[in-house]
């Protein structure tokens, strides 16, 4: 390649060029020589002890190998230099997540949130803020939805009318509303587009920022102390497909401090384009101490299922009153569990709300992109096999625990009115999916 010739003749006249062999690891990760890639980042960053992101890079590829040890002591070191850097802090969340140290990777979460999203209502005020960005990150502060915007002003009036948000706030929720008429009939309602310079100074301040974070309040155990473990267990293991549903997985009062956590937290950054939802992930907020307990607790309770297997990710999904729900996928992980928090009076078609588990596994030797990001090779997928689904309406506190290899969809929602109402699903992820690809 053109790009590791020109960083090999560098290297010739000067081997202690740092900015060559950080070329060179590049091109070495992309052919897949990931020892020769970590040899050439090593070497660029002991040349450039100074550059964070040379750590971070060898950082990052210490996760792709699965060295979390080394990864973590990289992304230490570049937060020595750049204590402000967004990546470092989330990577290294990263790290300490896939060590099974939840409560430390939090921490590492919730710093970069603080650089990444504060506000001057949240404790931090972004003109003060230190924070290192990458370009990429910008993105979430400029692009927004009808879907998105009509959520946050629900939410905004939600936090108001209970007093949560300071009077001063009503301001900045009348701008909010002024972009929100100001959307043509040409914006479909969970299609992305970018803000324009006008709206993004009415909303900036606010818009994509951690606003509010509900105090934070402990409810042991979280999960109901009266499940049949062992008979979950051999339902899961007998049962083909590997699909059990769980009724009144969490304690009631684990269920209702997540339920208040979802409805207040304004951790809802992520606009999904199809099905009109919107995400909240661990790495950026969703992190109530209910859902650490949940997974510390699944994998002691339900260890004949979820094994050795470590938590992967954990994220909630927020739906508008109507929708199509989410398309045909599957998760790269190993186990799925899937919860419902929604109270059911919300909900007048349970059976058409619910999920759809299908009798067919993406196959192996399929990447990310064919079986998450891309519907159609699925469609056809279970098409071919023509199998009946495993159907489960919905209902509140019940959880589904499938193999993540198994297609699933969510069905079509049609919730009631109210920001209470608004359909909410919870997803753990343990483990890594089996993959020959």
Known sequence: MEAEAIGRAILAHDPRDAGAHYVCGLVAADQGELDRARQAFETAAALAPDKASLRITLGNLALRQGDDEAAKQAFRQALAQTPGSVAAHTNLGAALKRQGRLEEAVGSYRAALALYRGSAWGGTDPASSTAVLDPAQLATFQNTSRTKLEHDLAQLDYLLARDRLPPKLDEARERLRRVLDGFGNEDRPSTPRALTAAERALIGPIYNRMIYRPPEETATPALNPRLDASAIERRYHETTPSVVVVDDLLSAPALAALQR????????????????????????????????????????????????????????????????????????????????????????????????????????????????????????????????????PYRCNRAVIFDSSLIHESGCVHFRSGHANRRINVTLLFGERAESG
């Open 261 to 392: 956590f979802c409805l207040e937290a304004t951790i809802w950054f992520d606009c999904k384009e199809h099905g009109g939802y919107l995400g909240a992930y661990l790495h950026e907020g969703f992190d109530h101490p209910v859902l650490i307990a949940l997974a510390r607790e699944l994998g002691k309770r339900l260890g004949g299922i979820i094994g050795r297997h470590r938590l992967a990710q954990m994220w909630a999904f927020s739906y508008g009153q109507t929708g199509d729900g989410t398309r045909k996928h599957a998760d790269k992980a190993a186990i799925n569990i899937n919860l419902w928090i929604t109270p059911d009076s919300a909900c007048p078609d349970p059976e058409a709300a619910g999920l759809v588990v299908h009798d067919v596994a993406a196959p192996p030797d399929w990447g990310f992109s064919d079986y998450n990001l891309d519907p159609a090779p699925l469609e056809r997928l279970v098409e071919r096999e023509g199998r009946a689904p495993v159907r489960v």
